[in-house]
């Protein structure tokens, strides 16, 4: 009774706790500041990292990644649900069609949680919203504009603007498949875990991001995530 209770109420724990932990940004400025500083050379009054032709690449990887990911998972959802169709005019067993309607559900996940926190969320939303000016565009590592603590809004930035990071809400994304079912979850948690952190620290090291930014998106994504798995249309995965 006690383990039935704690199941039906984790999934609002988690909620709680990535609200919580969004609140909670601001009040890790001081970390922003000092975690990009650690990046950032006196010398050159720049961020090196930047230079790196294979980091540069990276970036233009995840960057292309995360515009396609949805047209190829809307395919996909096209395609199964062509096929559960031509499965179901015939006499193949049931538990066909029962896999092609559980991996287009998979993959509905995938695009609603792709569509509504990366791209409208972070995109469309926050970051012109937020207006946050990037590491290497603030005073204290030679650029022009004032520093603000996540969640404050500024007049430094109009368009893609620092907070939070896509990049990073890219990975959190693939993260989130694990979502998708107890057979590959640690795989996809490994992945998607060592891909966040891979993303995070590329965009730090550039001056493009803070630690807030990071933490923000994983956060953003984790919410969203729990909230549509809640939802009785992907409950059962």
């Not at 500041?33 to 690449?57: G, I, M, N």
């Not at 996940?109 to 990366?118: D, E, I």
């Not at 791209?119 to 469309?124: C, M, P």
């Not at 990049?167 to 979850?185: D, E, I, N, P």
Request: a positive charge.
């Amino acid at each position: 009774m006690i383990t039935l209770g704690f199941k039906r109420l984790k999934p609002w724990l988690c909620v709680m706790l990535a609200i919580i932990g969004l609140f909670s940004l601001p009040y890790f400025a001081e970390l922003d500041l000092k975690f990009s500083s650690y990046f950032y050379h006196e010398a050159c009054q720049c961020f090196p990292v930047t230079d790196l032709v294979w980091v540069r690449r990276f970036d233009w990887l995840i960057a292309w990644a995360g515009r396609v990911a949805l047209p190829v998972i809307l395919i996909f959802i096209f395609i199964f649900w062509l096929k559960s169709k031509g499965i179901a005019g015939t006499s193949v067993r049931l538990v066909r069609i029962v896999d092609c309607r559980r991996a287009i559900r998979a993959l509905g996940f995938m695009a609603v949680l792709g569509l509504l926190t990366p791209l409208i969320l972070i995109h469309e939303v926050l970051k012109p919203e937020i207006g946050r000016a990037r590491p290497r565009d603030i005073v204290q590592f030679s650029g022009s504009h004032a520093f603000t603590p996540a969640w404050v809004q500024s007049t430094a930035c109009t368009r893609n603007c620092s907070f939070t990071s896509g990049h990073v809400a890219f990975g959190a994304w693939v993260m989130s498949a694990s979502y998708l079912g107890r057979r590959r979850r640690w795989l996809w948690l490994c992945f998607g875990g060592a891909l966040t952190l891979a993303i995070g620290w590329s965009r730090m090291a550039q001056g493009a991001h803070f630690f807030t930014d990071v933490i923000g998106s994983c956060l953003l994504v984790w919410l969203t995530a729990h909230l549509i798995s809640m939802m009785a249309l992907f409950r059962s995965r």
